[in-house]
């Protein structure tokens, strides 16, 4: 069958409502539990709004946004077989997971996109507690943005909930961001808005939690409960606060972190935070997960309802996380020195850039697609931008000339952050999605101790589609 006809025939089975076409034996092999990704819908307006057509991953019968929960124990395998029911090709990315190469779901790096109809067996160890998610990494500022997007959960190597000083409880909170029209329908004619990848990206207007509008969650006056927070926006960075609830940063990207108070967090596209908050025992019932949209506002994107009796608070001091014990010391001696340069985008623009193997000017590069430069080369794949012998301590050294801060993640490892234009970093916060201010500097250094080509990108998925990727070797 051609990949086309088997497109129309999708098209099809979407309309009869998605499940028809794919539950034929002749496309699953059951021998792995199936995750599925299809069209469905999901009621992410308020109430009184029309459901939304969306890209949704499902272990049971209907696909959810976010997508299922994967929760596993540090050192435990998931396994999965992906089942596209896409009318696009796809491939899922666990995102943060110090992953073997072969099942990064790095397309078309690391595999091949599967085709729709089609399926890909993933199965690997994660080796690290944490809090990490599965998305798309085909198309992904269409798929992303259309849903494909879930949570994967690492539990600590070790007690720790229900510890003294640790949280009760714990809480997934999924943060998207979506561009609805007055229906409630996604707008689909953007996705290759360059204007928009050239500013910020594709800015949603509509901030789900756990996939609805300001959903009210439930606290006992003086609990603890750790929050697991994801941004899996395509290109919103996230700034929160917590009033009334004490929070604590415990964790960052899954790794822990010496518990601080904060006041403000600031999430981008991709990056985790593991918060502990106490419910207030001051005899106020609400209390809000605030969101700034950008101008000063904190709108309310979730609320913390209290309910029920007082518990006595656990006190000011955190309990840390278990420390994960997995990651190679970086020896700052002799490290490997590499330099990530970003230009490009509005009001600064870049002259010129190597793109498929020409230089091109600024015009040239639009019209390709093109408005973002990696040292000089916009989505270059066809050379890594740097090769690291396996075990290798690499620095990178990453300079922002632009007018607008990047999400940067580098695949299948994690990293320390050294320093930001020029400051030590003195928390030293072990990452693998880092946001680099306009006109900033951040130094980073990871032992290169995965071997395998590794994605190098900026999570705004505009900016990643519009340049902004790149790949490098570790061997
Ligand atoms: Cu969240 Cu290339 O990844
Ligand atoms: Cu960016």
């Given at each position: 069958m051609t990949s086309l006809s088997r497109r129309s025939i999708l098209r099809g089975a979407a309309a009869l409502g998605g499940a028809t076409l794919l539950?034929?034996?002749?496309?699953?092999?059951?021998r792995l539990p199936v995750l599925r990704a299809a069209p469905t819908s999901a009621?992410?307006?308020?109430?009184?709004y029309p459901s939304t057509p969306v890209w949704a991953y499902a272990t049971e019968a209907t696909g959810t946004v976010p997508g299922p929960e994967i929760r596993l124990g540090a050192g435990e395998r998931v396994r999965f077989q992906l089942v596209n029911g896409l009318p696009q090709a796809t491939a899922v990315h666990w995102h943060g997971i110090r992953i073997e190469n072969a099942m990064d779901?790095?397309?078309?790096?690391?595999q091949a996109p599967v085709p729709p109809g089609d399926t890909f067996d993933y199965d690997f160890v994660a080796p690290d507690p944490g809090t990490y998610w599965y998305h798309s990494h085909n198309r992904s500022t269409e798929q992303v943005a259309r849903g494909l997007a879930g949570p994967l959960i690492v539990e600590d190597?070790?007690?720790?909930?229900?510890?003294?000083?640790?949280?009760?409880r714990e809480l997934v909170l999924i943060l998207d961001d979506w561009l609805l029209?007055?229906?409630?329908?996604?707008?689909?004619?953007?996705?290759?808005?360059l204007h928009a990848a050239s500013h910020?990206?594709?800015?949603?207007n509509t901030v789900t939690v756990n996939g609805a509008a300001n959903p009210e969650l439930d606290i006992q006056p003086g609990e603890r409960v750790r929050l697991r927070i994801?941004?899996?926006?395509?290109d919103r960075i996230m700034p929160l606060s917590l009033p009334h609830l004490s929070p604590q940063l415990i964790a960052l990207d899954g790794h822990p972190i010496t518990p601080r108070e904060v006041e403000t967090l600031i999430l981008g596209p991709a990056q985790r935070a593991d918060v502990v908050i106490d419910g207030r025992v001051?005899?106020?019932?609400r209390a809000g997960l605030l969101l700034?949209?950008?101008?000063?506002d904190w709108l309310e994107i979730a609320s913390f309802v209290h309910s029920g009796d007082s518990l006595p608070l656990r006190g000011a001091d955190v309990r840390p996380l278990p420390?994960?014990?997995t990651l190679p010391v970086p020896d700052l001696s002799y490290p490997q020195t590499e330099m990530l340069l970003m230009e490009g985008g509005a009001?600064?623009?870049?002259r010129e850039a190597r793109f498929d193997g020409k230089t091109m000017g600024f015009r040239e590069l639009a019209a390709n697609g093109m408005v973002w430069a990696f040292n000089g080369a916009?989505?270059?794949?066809?050379?890594?931008m740097f090769r690291a012998a396996l075990g290798r301590m690499v620095r990178l050294e990453m300079t922002n000339r632009s007018m607008f801060p990047h999400a940067i993640h580098l695949h299948g490892h994690h990293f320390t952050v050294l320093s930001r234009s020029g400051a030590a970093?003195?928390?030293?916060d072990v990452r693998d999605t880092v946001l680099v201010g306009a006109d900033e500097t951040v130094d980073i250094v990871f032992v290169a101790d995965n071997p395998g080509q590794w994605m190098i990108h900026c999570h705004m998925l505009s900016h990643q589609k519009a340049g902004m990727m790149a790949w490098f070797e570790v061997a």
């Open positions: 539950s034929r034996p002749t496309f699953a092999d059951e009621q992410l307006a308020p109430a009184g779901g790095a397309a078309p790096l690391t190597r070790e007690p720790w909930l229900g510890e003294p000083g640790a949280a009760t029209d007055s229906d409630a329908r996604i707008i689909e004619d953007r996705w290759d808005d910020g990206g594709r800015m949603g994801i941004n899996t926006a395509t001051d005899g106020d019932t700034d949209p950008g101008n000063g420390a994960w014990g009001m600064r623009g870049m916009a989505s270059q794949m066809d050379e890594p970093n003195m928390e030293g």
